[in-house]
């Protein structure tokens, strides 16, 4: 999957030798640099940092659980 089909606020399954040990992880689109594209990074889930699209390799969409209610809370509420 490339870079320009991803889902700005999506979860994908992605990949990196620079992150996580090279480890299968989940990663957020984030525009919080910007809503242009090239502007975009993934939020790295459990941290408060961001990387590059560029140094994962995206795996899939990260599907949320079919089971209803179900919500996210993100580390800062």
Do not use: N
Not at 22 to 39: A, N, R
């Amino acid at each position: 999957m490339f870079s320009a089909s991803l889902v700005p606020g999506a979860f994908y399954w992605a990949r990196s030798s620079k992150h996580f040990g090279g480890d299968l992880t989940i990663v957020q689109v984030s525009t919080v640099f910007g809503e242009d594209p090239d502007y975009w990074a993934l939020a790295l889930i459990g941290t408060d940092e961001h990387a590059m699209p560029v140094d994962f390799e995206i795996i899939c969409p990260a599907e949320l659980p079919a089971q209803r209610p179900y919500t996210i809370q993100h580390a800062a509420e």
